[in-house]
């Protein structure tokens, strides 16, 4: 009996979440909202959608080789994009200082140029590849938006996260775009 591949799982989470995450930066439907519940179901959503799954699928993706000959390379990018959004998620239950964030989106840039370039070497170009120089884009965004608070920032970062959404569609539905 074959594993199944998790892949699905943790490309739902990625959707949920930098969804949620987009619509929320770029100000749909938080007008008037209660800015404290917003942030705290945030946090819930990238922990559990974006943190949870995408640390599974990783963790699969080591233990079972369900990726074939990309198994270790997808298994770190779902691992590392797990732990990710859990520590983001708790920033935003917890609180913190949002510099000290920028650094780690400075640390995590520097990490997801190498998995972008290891794409495009292994010919993982469309829709893998695209998806992480857009990532790229949004880290890039996320660090001067984080320092300095500017809401056009915010809302590029938002615009980013939708990006990555749509384009993760076509990574979890691929038969559909066939």
């Known amino acids: 009996m074959l594993p199944v591949n998790p892949e699905a799982i943790g490309l739902f989470g990625l959707f949920a979440t930098v969804i949620c995450f987009g619509l929320e930066q770029v100000g749909v439907g938080v007008k008037g909202a209660d800015h404290a519940k917003l942030t705290r179901s945030l946090g819930y959503i990238a922990v559990f959608f974006g943190g949870f799954t995408q640390l599974f699928t990783g963790v699969c993706m080591y233990l079972f ?17 797990g732990l990710f959004w859990i520590l983001v ?14 650094h780690f ?8 140029i190498g998995f ?10 469309w829709p893998l590849g695209v998806d ?13 938006a984080w320092y300095t608070e500017k ?13 990555i959404g ?12 066939a």
Do not use: E, W
């Open 116 to 125: 972008t370039i290891r794409a495009f070497q292994d010919g993982l170009i």
């Open 151 to 163: 809401p056009a920032l915010t809302k590029l970062a938002g615009v980013c996260n939708l990006a």
């Open 166 to 177: 749509i384009i993760s569609l076509f990574l979890l539905f691929p038969a559909l775009f």
């Open 65 to 81: 080789s369900v990726g074939g000959d990309h198994s270790i390379y997808l298994g770190t990018v779902f691992s590392f994009f």
């Open 89 to 102: 998620g708790f920033f935003f239950l917890k609180g913190g200082d949002k510099k000290v964030m920028a």
């Open 132 to 144: 992480l120089v857009v990532i790229d884009l949004l880290l890039i965004t996320l660090i001067p």
């Open 105 to 112: 989106f400075l640390t995590a840039l520097i990490l997801v």
